[in-house]
């Protein structure tokens, strides 16, 4: 299973949300392209950058930052947050990123969101955020009436990179990843779910490889050093 460390940014930091919640920040860190020289260093490959505020306000707010970590670092990075058109998908694949993370778009705009997995075929990432089975939207902050399998089978054929899959209750929260939807989703999918939210302990890890889940993003347990970085990597590997 790919592990990839994940970067939330908000005010300029490196930070985590409880479940989604902007009134329930931790801050970790004040250097974000410090901490990308890190994870590259421990031995990462590829970087999940979401830019919090402009998740928020529906365009981005972190730009000189997210610059700065794709120039520092030969990570390749995956930009989400407030990615709502083609320009911006644009702006993002000229700088440098690797994938660019759609997840409100998917819902308010589909022939945006498929125009751009058009015009950059293998390099998008859904964001399909779950509360209760559903697709919440504008930085969490909205619940829809999609359901989840029904828009990833309907995603899953516009030749896309993978999906992020997160379950709102229980991101940021270390209480476990969701290990059975998100299987369950990996089995009505072709492409790759990489699953988000809960991780706390390297035993969250080897559960979500052993059900046969693909990848991972990770970040509050790697921030609050319930295992770092290459521990992770060790454990995947004897897994």
Not at 68 to 81: F, N, S
Not at 110 to 124: F, K, L, S, T
Not at 126 to 148: F, I, N, P, T
Request: proline letters at 3%; charged letters at 25%.
């Amino acid at each position: 299973m790919e592990l990839i460390p994940a970067i939330d940014l908000l005010d300029g930091k490196v930070v985590r949300l409880h479940q989604g919640k902007y009134d329930q920040v931790t801050v970790y860190d004040d250097d974000p392209v410090g901490m990308a020289k890190r994870f590259e260093e421990q031995g990462a490959k590829r970087l999940h950058v979401v830019d919090l505020e402009g998740a928020r306000r529906g365009s981005p707010a972190h730009v000189p930052v997210i610059q700065r970590i794709l120039r520092a670092t030969a990570l390749r990075v995956q930009i989400g947050g407030g990615v709502r058109s083609q320009d911006v998908a644009s702006q993002w694949m000229d700088a440098g990123a690797a994938r660019v993370v759609l997840g409100t778009i998917v819902i308010k705009a589909p022939d945006e969101a498929r125009a751009i997995c058009e015009r950059y075929p293998g390099a998008v990432v859904m964001a399909l955020d779950a509360r209760d089975g559903k697709v919440a939207v504008e930085g969490w902050q909205e619940q829809s009436e999609q359901d989840v399998t029904e828009l990833a089978q309907e995603v899953d054929r516009w030749n896309i990179g993978a999906i992020l899959f997160t379950n709102i209750h229980r991101d940021g929260t270390r209480e476990g990843p969701d290990v059975e939807a998100t299987a369950t989703l990996q089995s009505h999918v072709g492409t790759t779910v990489i699953a988000s939210g809960g991780i706390g302990a390297l035993d969250d890890l080897r559960a979500l490889a052993a059900a046969g889940v693909r990848a991972s993003v990770c970040g509050r347990a790697l921030y609050s050093g319930a295992f770092t970085l290459s521990e992770a990597f060790a454990a995947l590997q004897e897994a």
